[in-house]
């Protein structure tokens, strides 16, 4: 047991990957198999995610201090091994991947995996990307982590094919490997000028560093945050977004509500960092403000602009990126448990979102073909030359959304309206979803300190810019929910499986319990905000991790 | 007199380098594709013999594996470059 | 040499990012080839120019780590090359793919009238 | 606690509603007229604990961090409302049992209603600022619901949505607003809200704060200039509108702002922006309503209009206008539910609604007549209805509170305009359904309807009728506890009395019946009863809701068009200049010479260099035109790269350099090949001014990035090395890592999980890239067997059949020396990936020769020759070879060391002696499986998509022998 | 059948290169070494089905150094042609056919490798039939003389070795 | 060690070894960009790949022998694999020359 808890903080990669590699060898054939090891590993993966997370609020202190857990991979001393690291903010991202990945794992089940592409091993690998990306305390290693979720995410969103999703596919890996370049040149400088790639050894040495090496970390850390912006999605930078997202399928575009989260979580963990440091604070806010707001207000007039659900979900995407940097670039450090709690929403709501527009595709009959899977999956499937056919090799077998996978739901309209609204409320940050609760949180504390902050007026636009943007947000989505549900001629009533229903009702309804326990819920993000904005006890601790004495040599030898 | 080492290593890498170039303006004058590809298997081979001329200089078996590597990936490079000059496309059915 | 290996950088991002800017999908991916390359080069200068003195341990006892070569960066170095292999694949095998389906090359698969 | 349960029973109901039968009329009304009446009940059962300023409380932690509590807070004003809203919603649910048709899903809309009464319970009986704004969101989102109940009419649709905008929108004010009043008061608690009325006042806040809240108020409160959603609104189904347009939703906005007038009232800013919101509406209603054709629709006028009576009287800043303001909300209420259930009542029955096409109903349905006739009365403020009494206080409280203002004699003038309008409006109302000669053209023949909708409104109707006779008996002592529970002591003594004698209100009460008969009478002389309104028909608020929601959507389609782009290369050009710009504005104060000494300079070094930016540049003019001569060049780069690794002591990256590049460069001549051909000529034409100015900004930016760059290596390289970790890992390497090959110690032990992630990457890439393939579609023009190939068949066969051991053509003699490569390429990849640990080399490199072994015999080879000899099932070295790197990691477990930890042993074999080994081999030799089966799988996937051709389909047509399937060789 | 005797010239060979890499004879080196040049030349004939049967050994030995020796020659005679240095002379370039008696695929090879190791001579193309052999020369002389003494010094030394 | 510690009866042939080895390397280059036509050019670059790595191999192995003091041979596997490759090329690229119109 003891064990177990102590190598806890590498299950989250290990053993996606071992499932990854397992899902590879096993043929399509072995469909059961495949998802009771996918499952499970999923299912292994919260499991472990929500212990870190008990161990993170510092519940068992002697275990964990501080509730920081350090994890020195092959026992190398800090800061020159790896280590992960695990806090609230990383623990809350490992349990909110392994929910969403977990919701949608269960709703491709209902047919979405069955053409047989590595969606399991993509999906398990995608994973551990995502996981390693928020454990990890080392620059570059958080590089390789980024690489392997965005991998994943490539070979997820390329699924199905079709020239809609290339072509979007194309652009999504071509603006992302520009992006890892810079994430490159920004991480080697950042060594280049301090000799250390731990973020946790960062702060204390760029302390000492002289002004015109300063000036040459500066530019490593201000090319990194435009790498990590791209991810995020931030304005101007995120053209790549909404086609890509609004392409890609519906359980693939429901983990992919992780993907640009993980750009605000590094501008997250590596801007408090650096914020400790008075002269980086003052360039680094206002330079998220301006970004995030900008992104709020492209992110919402995409949204008024399309007339189609997924893009309108993807620019809901963009907004809430918006929301999140703007609020972090105001600098006040009251407003990151609210920012840390809308993050954790929005997380929910986009996954609940695109697996809803999934089922609402099914609503129309003469839809466009990038939306419908069936119709998408016959133009893609069938080559116009048969291929292979000399090695009797078995084409790929098109989506059958006819075939019954699991049993249908009762009341199919009924609940993916109500479903659809819940998304919408959750979107727009109406009441009773905990969205609302988020905003409020956030705008109570921007009110509260906007006096207080660097730009008050920067304060009282991000107060205006939510619920104006909120506004916007209704506006766009009764627009395009009455044409959905309410109007036209040509709906029909979709069968709705078990399977596909399930996940988007546990989702919304972990909503409806994060927003009655937001009590409890803000308890936990204000420790997480603590922590964050006092990064010498997190330096501290990793610093002076246990196994981290010196290397054992009798043993290694 | 064992700098004399030194000169004519100085003196072969100079040639090596140099016929380097000249590989590299046949490579940019062609006129054909097959020029190019000779051009760019001389500059693998020149590549190669650079690296056998640090190796002496630096009395170090490590830059005759650099070589042998250069060698072989070289001539990887070139087959598939002529392949696809002659046949259009590198692996054929 | 310092100041050759930085002119060699410059130009490789140069033409790199040339390349990147151009509509035609070969471009593109020779362009992220040569800038990665650059980048390469700028990770692997991150530990300086060092002649001669591979991280390769050839003594015995006491070690002086100043004689040799930064092995850090050679070692993120490697580990970019890799990746960017991968990835330049990867959009490679998606370029084809996207000219097969729209039958154009243009990066946005159609041509910009 | 019981609070808590009238406002959770409405829920709870409502989710049972939603879960019966689509059918089950009966059941719901029975369930929802429960849940009603039990409400009603444990409302009224609170009296005493109200009475005399008592305050009932509940409360419950939930989000206290933020102030925000579940808070539940009744005094008399909120136990007046909170009967009224469940009274009258029994008796909605009793007449819309009748009224809702058979074929409609009434589990929706009972289910609806009942949420609707639960959030306007919450809205109610909320304590806490926050939460109301809650209650008060769902209250329009139930509305919603509600109103576009049959939302197969598109007017439902727009009505639902415009009714959703206006008051979510106005929600969205109401919530800055409370979260303003709550900073300025430190507390969200409406307890100390209401104590803190001269701080709030006082406060710089108070303006934007007031204006916030009173636009959340008239938006919902359906007040000028917001009113316009409420005539759409009346496309709900009738019991909705009798309960939310008359008694509930509507009401919560006024019912707030009395609330909370003692804390806000008593500025000029209060006084002139109620006072004008309320008169406005107040004339404009009345006015409106004269002119509608639709029942419903001056039902809805008129709304509006008693809304703009009550808001005005709240604005009007003194005690007793408080009071006849609560006392006239609770009057409409019961009037206007009865009206719109008599309006229900017509349209049910005969099917039309319009005033035009009605006429002289009051013989086929005297018993509605008489109970709409009633109400209008009320409505027109007739004595001995309920209406007139709370129309006098207007009038008196018009004369009042204008003598205290800059409008001494405007309020008293609109009171009696106001008074004039609505006698008119109600007057037509009535003669224009009930009067008159009977229809014959109606949809339906009209007859009395059932008894189940006569009562609840006769009920109403008998209410008003109680409440105008004998006010002091019946509403008076429960007004008097509100306004009390409002006022506290400083609620002024008043009298509620039918008759005050011959007073001023009294004149102008008559002026206005006497004014209001003859007006109507003035409209039927004139033959003007059906005209539209005079003026104000001109502005469609729907035509303007449709042509604003237009200019929306245009406008952010134009904005997003700006904004965003889907073309890659503006992404591309702006993620680049952005880098710069934030590079450029980091560096301003840097100095880019150092002061660490220098390598010397060697002229070779420089040539080399010369040769490798000619490549660079070359290849970034050729790769449009000549794709080929462009890949060669960048052959040519990529090795001068490698010569600059292995120059500065850096001979695994030389090694991994050339291997990768050479990969590259095939794996891209392979993609060539399915690339359309491009002619010089095509694009030359095209060369115009905007293209050369693309282009030169373009030339500018790869300028400038790459001078930038170049400075920054420059200013790196000059200055002295950061050792930091270097040195551990040069101490460290061959005593704890055991390799003499720093570079490889750190790949595999130091920093292994770096490498394990970057393998994963590969493993990822390789499994993306061959399922991309599978479904590859090429186009059509490139599907054939290449021209060059076509040719060179035709002189001579290269290959021969599968079954040959040599190929019979031309390539004999290259096959037999490429095949004894193979064995060779073997034994070189393992002497790399054995000896890595100490020298330069490794699994990757290793893989990389061991690959390019496997490559060179299918370019030799061909496919089908060397598939039909030899399976390679890629993807199994893939997944085996991740599987053994992450099992190497996992091997530490058994030491409970973590993950990756290497674990080394020497073990004796007879005749060999001591063999080491360890963890760290078992990691590369994870790494090398991998590289091989990726690397394999990319490069002969992509080789596979040439048997799409039809031509060596039809040759491989012939084969007589069955070939192994390739495909499953890539397994 | 696939998997017949492993070729055991091959497996020396290989163990040749893996202690040329090597170069060291510690026993777990040569045992490794060994074992696995037995396993890569057993598996590597599913990809080498042709194997070639050496008759003379001593011959391919001195073909070897013979071929060195032409090397070096050739070596000269073209550098003094790409130097300019035979101004005298017309230097006349152009494809010879020679008739070729040698069949054995792997003596074809090693002929390739002589002709193309050797400048001033490369590998053109070998007729379909195998009977003709167009070469490439840099300098053509007398080119009856020179077919007979190609033939004479290579091909028959060859034909012993293969055939 | 170093290059300094080279006796004298090594260094001298070495150091010709390496001169003409490199000489023989930039003729063989020279020659590729001179000759008119490509089936000429396919001559020169041999004179590199052959005896300009022969040169520099037998240099290579003549130091490393005098230094280590015993035979270092390995350099012999580059040549085996050039002499082993080079007609895989030449063929290949002898053949496009001959038969593939001009581009
Ligand atoms: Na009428
Ligand atoms: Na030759």
């Known amino acids: 047991m003891n064990a177990l808890i102590m190598h806890l903080p590498i299950l989250p990669i290990v053993v996606p990957l071992v499932a990854g590699a397992v899902l590879m060898l096993l043929a399509e054939e072995h469909r059961a198999w495949r998802l009771t090891i996918a499952f499970s590993s999923l299912v292994v993966q919260l499991a472990v995610a929500v212990a870190l997370l008990y161990l993170s609020t510092d519940a068992v202190p002697d275990i964990w201090s501080e509730g920081v857990g350090v994890y020195a991979l092959g026992a190398w001393p800090t800061p020159f091994g790896i280590l992960l690291v695990v806090d609230r903010l990383s623990a809350l991202m490992l349990t909110l991947t392994a929910i969403v990945s977990l919701a949608g794992l269960v709703y491709a089940m209902a047919g979405w995996e069955r053409p047989p592409q590595p969606l399991h091993s993509l999906y398990q690998l995608l994973m551990m990307g995502l996981n390693g990306a928020f454990l990890t305390g080392d620059l570059f290693n958080l590089f390789v982590f980024f690489e392997v979720l965005l991998a994943a995410s490539y070979g997820l969103l390329l699924r199905g094919a079709g020239v809609q999703r290339v072509r979007n596919a194309l652009h999504y890996i071509a603006v992302n490997l520009v992006a890892s370049l810079f994430f490159l040149i920004g991480v080697a400088l950042i060594y280049g000028t301090l000799g250390t790639l731990n973020m946790a050894d960062l702060l204390g040495k760029v302390a000492l560093l002289a002004p015109p090496e300063r000036a040459l970390f500066d530019t490593g850390a201000a090319i990194l945050g435009i790498a990590f912006l791209v991810k995020a999605g931030s304005w101007p930078l995120n053209f790549w977004l909404p086609g890509s997202y609004s392409v890609a399928l519906p359980p693939v575009a429901a983990v992919f509500a992780m993907l640009t989260k993980v750009g605000v979580y590094a501008l997250l963990r590596i801007g408090t960092l650096l914020g400790e440091d008075e002269a980086a604070a003052a360039i680094l806010g206002p330079i998220l403000f301006y970004f995030g707001f900008a992104t709020l207000l492209a992110g919402t007039a995409g949204m008024l602009a399309t007339q189609h659900l997924r893009r309108l979900v993807s620019y809901s995407v963009i907004v809430s990126s918006g929301l999140l940097l703007a609020t972090l670039g105001v600098g006040s450090e009251a407003l990151t448990p609210a920012a840390l709690f809308y993050f954790a929403t929005s997380v929910l709501t986009t996954c609940a979102f695109f697996m809803v527009t999934g089922m609402t595709d099914r609503t129309r009959i003469a839809a466009d073909s990038a939306a419908v899977p069936s119709a998408d999956a016959a133009a893609a499937v069938v080559p116009p030359t048969p291929a292979y056919v000399a090695f009797g090799v078995r084409e790929p077998q098109p989506y059958d959304t006819s075939e019954e996978v699991g049993a249908a739901i009762p009341a199919a309209m009924a609940f993916l309206g109500l479903m659809f609204v819940c998304c919408v409320l959750l979107v727009a940050g109406l009441p009773p979803l905990p969205s609302f609760v988020a905003k409020f949180a956030l705008l109570q504390a921007a009110i509260h300190s906007a006096p207080e902050v660097h730009v008050p007026a920067e304060a009282w636009a991000l107060v205006v810019g939510i619920l104006a943007t909120g506004f916007a947000q209704i506006i766009a989505l009764t627009r395009i929910g009455v044409r959905l549900f309410w109007a036209g001629t040509g709906r029909r009533t979709p069968r709705l499986r078990v399977l596909e229903a399930a996940p988007v009702a546990v989702v919304v309804v972990l909503c409806l319990a994060l927003s009655a326990m937001s009590g409890t819920a803000m308890r936990f993000f204000e420790a997480a905000a603590q922590s964050l904005h006092a990064p010498e006890v997190y330096t501290r601790i990793v610093l002076s991790a246990p196994g981290a004495d010196q290397p054992s040599g009798g043993e290694r030898r | ?93 | 040499m310092e100041i050759v290996y930085a002119l060699a950088i410059g130009v490789l991002a140069g033409a790199g990012v040339w390349l990147l800017l151009r509509p035609r999908t070969f471009q593109v991916i020779i362009g992220l080839s040569l800038l990665s390359y650059a980048t390469n080069l700028f990770i692997f200068g991150m530990g300086r120019l060092t002649l001669h003195r591979p991280p390769i341990i050839d003594e015995e006892g006491a070690i002086d780590a100043a004689l040799y070569a930064d092995p850090v960066p050679q070692a993120l170095v490697l580990t970019a090359i890799v990746i960017g292999f991968a990835t330049t694949a990867l959009f490679l095998v998606v370029l084809i793919a996207l000219r097969g389906l729209s039958g154009t090359d243009h990066v946005d698969g159609r041509e910009r009238d | 606690m019981l609070l808590t349960l009238i406002i959770v029973l409405p829920f709870i109901g409502s989710v049972c509603a939603a879960l019966l039968p689509t059918n089950a009329r009966n059941a719901e009304a029975w369930l929802a007229g429960a849940v009603a009446v039990t409400c009603a009940l444990l409302v009224g059962s609170q009296y005493f604990a109200v009475a005399g300023g008592g305050v009932v409380r509940t409360a419950w932690a939930w989000l206290p961090q933020a102030g925000l509590d579940v808070y539940f807070r009744m005094d008399a004003y909120a136990w007046l409302f909170a009967l009224l809203v469940s009274f009258i919603g029994a008796l909605v649910v009793l007449y819309a049992r009748y009224y809702m048709s058979p074929e409609d899903p009434v589990p929706r809309f009972f289910s609806f209603l009942l949420a609707f009464m639960g959030a306007m319970l919450g809205t109610i009986l909320s304590g806490n600022l926050i939460q109301l704004v809650v209650f008060w969101e769902l209250t329009s989102l139930t509305s919603f619901m509600l109103i576009g109940y049959w939302y197969h009419l598109a007017d439902a649709r727009r009505g639902a949505r415009m009714a959703l905008i206006v008051t979510v929108g106005g929600g969205f004010c109401l919530l800055l607003g409370m979260l303003l009043l709550g900073e300025i008061v430190g507390s969200y608690d409406l307890d100390r809200v209401l104590a803190a009325g001269d701080a709030i006042r006082a406060h710089a806040w108070y303006g934007p704060m007031l204006v916030l809240i009173v636009v959340g108020v008239i938006t919902k409160s359906a007040q000028f200039p917001f009113h316009f959603w409420l005539p759409h609104a009346m496309t709900a189904p009738t019991p909705v509108s009798a309960y939310l347009h008359s008694a509930a939703m509507v009401k919560a906005g006024v019912f707030l702002l009395a609330r909370f007038w003692p804390a806000l009232h008593g500025t000029g800013l209060w006084f002139w922006l109620i006072c004008t919101a309320g008169a406005t509406s107040l004339l404009l209603g009345a006015f409106s309503a004269l002119f509608q054709r639709d029942m419903k629709g001056v039902l809805a006028y008129s709304t509006i209009s008693h809304l703009g009576l009550i808001t005005l009287l709240l604005g009007m800043d003194t005690e007793l206008a408080l009071v006849a303001a609560v006392f006239h909300m609770l009057n409409h209420a019961t009037f206007k539910a009865s009206l719109f259930m008599a309006t229900g009542i017509v349209d049910h029955e005969t099917g039309t609604r319009d005033l035009k096409r009605l006429s002289g109903l009051r013989h086929a349905m005297p018993i509605t007549a008489s109970i709409a006739a009633v109400a209008a009365g009320a409505m027109a403020g007739v004595p001995l209805l309920n209406g007139f009494l709370s129309k006098e206080m207007f009038f008196e409280e018009s004369i009042v509170a204008g003598s205290a203002s800059e409008v001494r004699f405007a309020l008293p003038l609109i009171a009696t305009l106001w008074g004039i309008f609505s006698v008119a409006y109600s007057a037509r109302f009535i003669h224009q359904v009930f009067f008159g000669p009977p229809a014959r053209d109606l949809p339906r023949p009209p007859h009395e309807p059932t008894r189940g909708m006569i009562v609840p409104s006769a009920l109403l109707v008998v209410a008003c009728l109680l409440v105008g006779v004998v006010p002091a008996v019946t509403l008076g002592p429960l007004l008097k506890e509100a306004a009390f529970s409002l006022l506290g002591p400083d609620l002024p003594e008043y009298e509620l009395a039918v008759w005050h004698g011959v007073s001023t209100p009294f004149v102008m009460s008559l002026v206005a019946l006497g004014g209001g008969m003859a007006f109507y009478a003035f409209l039927v002389k004139r033959g003007l009863a059906m005209m539209p309104a005079p003026l104000l028909s001109r502005l469609d608020a729907r035509r303007a809701f449709d042509l604003v929601n237009v200019a929306i959507v245009r406008g952010a389609d134009k904005a997003a068009h700006a904004i965003f782009s889907s073309r890659l290369q503006p992404q591309l050009l702006l993620i680049v200049a952005s880098a710069l710009l934030a590079a450029a504005v980091a560096l301003q104060d840097t100095v880019f010479v150092g002061n660490a000494p220098l390598t010397p300079p060697d002229p070779l070094f420089v040539l080399l260099w010369i040769g490798g930016a000619a490549c660079a540049l070359g290849a970034a003019q050729q790769a449009k035109f000549h794709r080929f001569a462009a890949l060669t060049m960048l052959g040519g780069a990529g090795l001068v790269t490698c010569l600059t690794f292995a120059w500065f002591s850096a001979p695994d990256l030389a090694l991994t350099q050339i291997s990768v590049e050479v990969v590259t460069v095939t794996l891209l001549l392979l993609g060539l090949r399915w690339l359309p051909p491009r002619i010089l000529s095509d694009d030359e034409r095209r060369r115009t001014a905007r293209a050369r100015l693309r282009r030169a900004r373009d030339l500018a930016l790869a300028v400038a990035a790459g001078t930038g760059f170049a400075a920054i290596t420059f200013a790196l390289l000059t200055r002295p090395p950061m050792l930091g970790l270097a040195s551990f890992f040069v101490e460290h390497a061959l005593e704890h890592g055991g390799g003499r090959n720093v570079v490889n110690v750190i790949l595999v032990d130091f920093r292994g999980f770096d490498t394990l992630g970057e393998i994963t990457v590969l493993g990822i890439v390789a499994l993306v890239v061959y399922a991309l393939l599978r479904r590859f579609r090429p186009a059509p023009e490139s599907v054939d067997v290449p021209d060059a190939q076509r040719e060179d068949e035709a002189r001579e066969a290269a290959f021969g059949a599968p079954r040959d051991l040599l190929p019979q053509g031309y390539m004999k003699v290259p096959a037999v020396l490429a095949r004894l490569l193979l064995p060779i390429a073997a034994f070189i990849s393992f002497y790399f990936l054995l000896r890595g640990h100490n020298a330069p080399g490794g699994g990757f490199v290793g893989g990389l020769v061991m690959a390019t072994g496997f490559i060179v015999q299918y370019m030799v080879g061909g496919t089908i020759w060397v598939e039909s000899r030899l399976k390679i099932h890629p993807q199994l070295w893939v997944a085996l070879g991740l599987l053994a790197a992450v099992g190497a990691g996992m091997g530490a477990w058994l030491s409970s060391r973590p993950f990756l930890t290497a674990v080394a042993a020497d073990v004796r074999l007879p005749f060999v002696g001591g063999v080491h080994v360890s963890s760290v081999l078992l990691f590369d030799f994870g790494v090398y499986m991998l590289v091989i089966g990726a690397t394999v799988l990319m490069l002969v996937a992509l080789a596979h998509q040439s048997l799409r051709s039809p031509r060596k389909r039809a040759a491989l047509d012939g084969l007589t022998e069955p070939l192994e399937e390739p495909d499953e060789a890539l397994r | 059948m696939r998997f017949a005797r492993p070729p055991l010239v091959l497996a020396l060979a290989l163990l040749g290169i893996w202690l040329l890499l090597y170069q060291t004879l510690t026993p777990g080196i040569v045992a490794l070494g060994a074992v696995l040049a037995l396993l890569v030349s057993w598996t590597s004939t599913t990809l080498r089905p042709a194997r070639p049967k050496i008759r003379q050994w001593h011959v391919a030995f001195g073909l070897l150094f013979l071929v060195l020796a032409d090397i070096v020659r050739s070596n000269l005679a073209v550098a003094r042609i790409v130097l300019g240095l035979e101004r005298g002379r017309a230097v006349r370039s152009g494809f010879i056919e020679i008739p070729l008696d040698l069949r054995d695929p792997h003596g074809l090879a090693v002929l390739a490798a002589i002709v193309t190791a050797t400048p001033g001579t490369v590998w053109a193309e070998l007729s379909p039939s195998g009977g003709t052999l167009t070469l490439h020369m840099l300098d053509i002389g007398d080119e009856d003389a020179w077919i007979r003494w190609f033939k004479e010094r290579y091909e028959r030394r060859l034909m012993r070795v293969f055939e | 060690m170093t290059l300094a510690d080279l006796p004298l009866w090594a260094s001298l042939p070495a150091s010709l070894l390496l001169v003409a080895g490199g000489l023989f390397t930039l003729i063989g280059s020279i020659g590729l960009v001179r000759l008119r036509d490509f089936y000429s050019r396919m001559h020169p670059p041999t004179m590199g790949a052959t005896l300009g790595t022969g040169c520099m191999l037998l240099a290579s192995m003549l130091v490393s022998a005098a230094l280590l003091h015993r035979p270092v041979v390995h350099e012999i596997l580059i040549a085996v694999f050039v002499v082993l490759t080079a007609p895989i090329t030449a063929i290949l690229l002898m053949r496009a020359a001959r038969h593939r119109p001009r581009r």
Do not use: H
Request: aromatic share 10%.
């Open chain 2, 1 to 93: 007199m064992n700098a004399i080492l030194g000169y004519a290593l100085w003196v072969a890498a100079s040639c090596v380098v140099l016929g380097m170039l000249c590989a590299l303006v046949r490579l940019f004058r062609g006129p054909r594709a097959q020029d190019r590809v000779l051009a760019l298997d001389t500059f693998y081979t020149n590549g190669m013999q650079l690296l056998l001329l640090l190796g002496i200089r630096s009395i170090s078996t490590m830059y005759f594996d650099m070589a042998l590597l250069i060698a072989l990936f070289g001539f990887a490079s070139t087959i598939a470059l002529a392949k696809f000059v002659l046949r259009g496309e590198v692996i054929e059915p």
